[in-house]
């Protein structure tokens, strides 16, 4: 299962965003990497889409095939591109647990999902990029839940803010997924007419 496991905080300076959340090293020096870092950076169209879309795919974790497909996938279905892009990236299992607080980051997400903490709809699903569908019980397994990354986010609950969509259980180690996210309740920071620009050219 390829992803891309190399410094985050490399990939932030060089985007101009924080990919981590919290990252306290792109806090301390928010300006792009190496020695020309603070240099003027000569802008044009294809760059700024390149961003966009690097930025995207870092921060769900998806190599550049997969993100390829999921434009594709995307490009195939009704509804404006770039928004259903993001849904269909949104509705990543391993984003849907991390938007859900029972994970640090997208990548601590992914790695519970790998080790197979979870079930969705009574089956065990260990496949991070999982498309999770209206109505879908997500469960922490029963034999999982006394484990210390979960114990944690028992306690944590609530330090950060779980969007509309989706509906977490505390107790029950339970995540409900009400509908699919619009547009308007994903907060990634990227414009994605410039990821549809990029890919249709």
């Known amino acids: 299962m390829a992803r891309y496991t190399g410094p985050l905080t490399k990939k ?3 985007l101009g965003v924080d990919l981590i959340g919290e990252d306290k ?6 300006y792009p990497p190496g020695q020309h870092g603070r240099g003027r950076q000569k802008e044009s169209e294809y760059r700024l889409q390149l961003h966009e879309k690097q930025k995207a795919r870092y921060t769900y974790g998806v190599l550049e095939k997969q993100f390829r497909r999921y434009y594709e996938e ?3 279905r009704q509804g404006r591109t770039g928004d ?9 299992l391993d984003n849907v647990v991390y938007r859900s607080g029972l ?3 997208r990548r601590h997400a992914r790695q519970l999902v790998v080790h197979g903490h979870f079930t969705v709809n009574g089956r065990k699903v260990n496949v991070p990029s ?6 879908d019980v997500i469960d922490v397994r029963d034999k999982s839940r006394e484990t210390t990354p979960f114990i944690i986010a028992r306690e944590t609950q609530g ?4 969007p509309a969509w989706l509906e977490v259980i505390p107790n029950a180690m339970r995540i409900l997924v009400h509908q699919l996210p619009s547009r308007q309740q ?6 994605e007419q410039l990821i549809v620009e990029f890919y249709s050219k």
């Open 12 to 14: 932030s300076r060089r």
């Open 103 to 105: 994970a640090r980051t």
């Open 159 to 162: 330090d950060r803010p779980v």
């Open 186 to 191: 994903i907060d990634t920071p990227v414009q």
């Open 74 to 76: 995307a490009n195939r």
């Open 25 to 30: 090293a792109y806090e301390r020096r928010p």
């Open 84 to 92: 259903v892009l993001l849904q269909l990236l949104e509705s990543r």
């Open 130 to 135: 999982y498309q999770v569908a209206l109505h």
